[in-house]
């Protein structure tokens, strides 16, 4: 998953070639990385390993005592990091998370698209319109305006790198997870739509789709899954 976040830094979406060999990991001193959703599970992976590199990482999560431990653990590696609160479903605080960034780093060159919800498990039938509201709103809709909001400021280093986090439910969907698979597949569709224009201002974008890994995030469906076996 972390060298896929990498490699992306240096593929081309829109040709299918790789600009590097796989084999070698890009240095990113100098650049300023955007992950959301990171101070837990793979969004903390993809900061360390992007702050790794040499990046100066901002993280954020909706718990300001999350992003405190996770900017503590980062520094203790001797990584470059700040961070703040952001719930990038809310329009301020996404505003707030690219400002933040620009003044405290002087741009943005890499965004990590990785907060995504999943309020809903079950038959897809018995998910309600308010369910399909708040995983749309946040892992798509949420996840193309941040972008929209980024590019410009990418624009004005001369280009950047978007990596959009899906994931296997978007090729096949989890048992259970109906509509959140649905919104993951949408993130597919949207990486090939951004991906053409953003490529005439020097802007790569990419989609990883990890498979289940055992975060807080997926504990959940593993707890149903254990409990429908009993």
């Not at 309600?128 to 305006?145: C, M, P, Q, R, Y």
């Not at 972008?147 to 280093?157: G, N, T, Y």
């Not at 096949?172 to 490529?199: E, F, H, I, N």
């Amino acid at each position: 998953m972390l060298k896929a976040v990498t490699r992306c830094l240096w593929s081309n979406s829109v040709a299918g070639r790789r600009m590097l060999s796989h084999h070698i990991s890009p240095n990113l001193s100098g650049k300023v990385a955007i992950v959301t959703a990171s101070t837990d599970g793979i969004g903390l992976a993809a900061a360390e390993a992007l702050g790794q590199r040499g990046a100066h990482v901002v993280v954020s999560s909706r718990r300001q005592t999350n992003v405190d431990k996770a900017v503590l653990l980062l520094r203790s590696k001797n990584i470059q990091v700040i961070g703040t609160t952001c719930n990038v479903g809310k329009a301020e605080d996404r505003e707030k998370l690219i400002n933040m960034t620009i003044e405290q780093c002087g741009g943005v060159d890499i965004l990590v698209s990785n907060a995504a919800v999943n309020p809903f498990f079950g038959n897809i039938l018995e998910s309600t319109e308010e369910v399909w509201d708040k995983i749309l709103g946040v892992n798509v809709k949420a996840s193309f305006l941040l972008i929209k909001q980024v590019v410009p400021h990418m624009e004005k280093r001369g280009g950047g790198s978007v990596v959009i986090v899906s994931s296997v439910a978007g090729y096949q969907p989890m048992q259970g997870l109906g509509p959140y698979s649905v919104s993951k597949t949408a993130l597919l569709g949207l990486t090939r739509a951004l991906a053409p224009d953003l490529a005439q201002s020097n802007i790569r974008v990419n989609c990883v789709a990890p498979g289940v890994i055992k975060t807080r995030f997926s504990a959940a469906r593993r707890h149903q899954k254990q409990r429908s076996a009993v």
